[in-house]
């Protein structure tokens, strides 16, 4: 491939081979930004249901809330995500990766505060302290080694990790041993698990 195969692979902060769904929840990172986390989560709608459409109709501000009772205890809530990892492996983007998605809440890690302003947040399919498929592994792994070949990529950390005692997803389900050898050639720091 050429020199600028990188630069081929996305587009304004969107990664070309992802399906994309842009979100309305989301804002301008703040001026000297260094995006250089890529923060795992869990999701799933309602919890423990996999497949349906309701995780990009919460990111997109169009979930019915009164299609199932769990729904009712997010009512209202404004989040995204940049990336989202269903079972089947299938690769979703809601957010340009230069743009702050709103997936960290209250967080600190790196010796920083709010880590949405210089992260990227992607959201796994499944059930926080449930396993994860081997397809999703495979979609995330190269997902990583795009976004460190785009951005400043130095840590890879669960939303457990930037937001202890608040969260706790992935969860004890997810296998950061799966990342650790990626992660070594890529020079990326993993949390202490």
Known sequence: MGAD????????????PAHHQAS?????????????LLVLHSISLPPGMYGGPEVAQLFCNQLDWDAHPYFQTIRGLQV????FIRRDGSL????????RAW???SSHYRGRD????????????????AVFELQQYQTLAALVAAVARQYPLRYLAGHEHIA???KNDPGAGFCWSNLQALATSLGLQLPSV
């Open 80 to 83: 995204s995500a940049h990336f």
């Open 103 to 105: 997936h960290a809440g």
């Open 92 to 99: 979703w983007q809601f957010v340009s990766c230069d743009d």
């Open 5 to 16: 195969f990188p630069e081929a692979l996305w587009r304004s902060g969107w990664y070309q």
């Open 24 to 36: 309305p929840n989301f804002g301008p990172r703040p001026e000297q930004a260094c995006i250089d």
């Open 114 to 129: 709010n880590c949405n302003d210089d992260s990227i947040g992607v959201e796994m399919e499944g059930l926080e302290g």
């Open 164 to 166: 202890p005692g608040r």
